[in-house]
């Protein structure tokens, strides 16, 4: 049987770039069209981009280097930030490509031997999978549900300790993919304490940290100093994925290597990117709206049916999914390629995140209401054939 979770490890390949598993399992079964999808780890909001552009629409094929509005400005000024602490990019995604290289870049004169990086688990393959092209080697850091089963995922800090003393960078999602939920504040004072004691490198993908912005306690890792860099990008929590708009924030002297190895690999920013990102960016309330009201309308529908299955809901306090265990011991990857399948309903089986995630299953309340309540339906009816 295949398996999809993301590799920490080059062991069993031929090469040493491991495939990307999960988007194996998860594309041909988006090419399914299942009526009702509640898959998506990011917010689904139509921009109408002839309204958002207007007539400027025409232009976007055009150079973006003199346009009026830097969008580097709009974020500088979100994330308290002057324009020279950010580097755009394609997306979050290339964002931790040029993040883990810059990284080696500032600490391979120094470092004598492999170049080691620790990564926690259950994430995006492309976190470690990126480490295991770029570094020598990847060390795994578990994050667990926490005992009481309600609120923040944990970690054991002694085994996360011993992981980042070892490493020379620390790649880290404080809002967890499949979860839903933000680091502990005091795991996370602690990770940048342990990180800066041994001169460890911080990287955080912060695709998700949008949602929780109006959340007490929120912050970012860039705004603890020199050494940390936090990646985002428009995908997900406002909905722009396919035009690719990222960033990166760091410290001045990091963001300028940054740019330096952007434009080696990349040159310059797509134009119709860098116009379609900037017009959104000035409009980003309107989807934070969206976003509540979804939740408003959506979860009690959730906790509902998930109650009524006897099933524990660890809901998120922000953002647009978050996952669940089946009872019994059931294989997720089985209840979505049977159960749900005979339902017309496409979920996301945690196997995807990490094999510790074998039972889990990843919810999202990112649709219109409407459609919401067919696809909720189609989930109780799932589970009720699942545990019969
Ligand atoms: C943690 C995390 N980072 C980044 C991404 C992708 O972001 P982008 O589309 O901006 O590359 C995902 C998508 O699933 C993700 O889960």
């Not at 080059?10 to 998860?26: F, H, M, Q």
């Not at 976007?60 to 002057?82: F, Q, T, Y």
């Not at 119709?272 to 979804?294: F, R, W």
């Amino acid at each position: 049987m295949s398996s999809y979770w993301p590799r920490f490890s080059r062991e069993g390949l031929t090469n040493s770039v491991a495939p990307i598993d999960y988007l194996e399992w998860y594309i041909p079964r988006l090419q399914e069209t299942r009526t009702h999808n509640l898959s998506f780890s990011g917010m689904q909001y139509d921009w109408q981009l002839d309204k958002l552009l207007g007539d400027s629409i025409t232009e976007l094929g055009k150079p973006h280097i003199n346009d009026i509005i830097d969008p580097r400005a709009i974020i500088a000024e979100r994330e308290n930030v002057s324009v020279d602490n950010v580097l755009i990019t394609h997306g979050a995604t290339q964002g931790i490509n040029i993040a883990l290289l810059t990284a080696i870049a500032k600490i391979r004169d120094s470092v004598n031997g492999e170049i080691i990086v620790a990564v926690e688990s259950p994430t995006y393959a492309p976190i470690p999978q990126t480490a295991l092209i770029l570094a020598d080697k990847v060390i795994r850091m578990d994050k667990y549900p926490p005992d009481s089963k309600l609120g923040n995922w944990r970690f054991d800090r002694q085994q996360w300790q011993e992981a980042i003393a070892q490493s020379h960078i620390v790649m880290i999602t404080p809002i967890s993919n499949p979860s839903g939920w933000d680091l502990d504040v005091d795991d996370r004072d602690w990770i940048v304490d342990i990180a800066k004691q041994n001169d460890v490198i911080i990287i955080a993908d912060e695709a998700y940290n949008d949602a929780y912005r109006q959340i007490d306690n929120y912050r970012s890792i860039h705004s603890y100093g020199e050494n940390c860099l936090s990646i985002n990008s428009l995908t997900k929590v406002y909905s722009m994925g396919p035009i690719r708009f990222g960033w990166i924030i760091s410290d001045i002297e990091t963001i300028s290597l940054a740019r330096r190895i952007f434009m080696t690999f990349s040159g310059v920013m797509a134009s119709p990117t860098m116009k379609i990102g900037s017009a959104a960016l000035q409009n980003l309330s309107v989807v934070d709206e969206a976003i509540a009201y979804y939740r408003r309308e959506n979860l009690p529908l959730l906790r509902a049916v998930l109650e009524h299955h006897g099933i524990v809901w660890n809901e998120p306090p922000a953002g647009v999914f978050g996952c669940f265990e089946l009872p019994n011991n059931l294989d997720s990857e089985y209840f979505v390629d049977h159960h749900c399948k005979a339902n017309d309903l496409l979920a996301v089986p945690g196997s995807m995140f990490s094999d510790a995630l074998k039972n889990w299953v990843r919810v999202a309340w990112s649709i219109e209401p409407r459609a919401f309540k067919l696809a909720v339906n189609a989930l109780d009816e799932s589970l009720s054939s699942a545990l019969k």
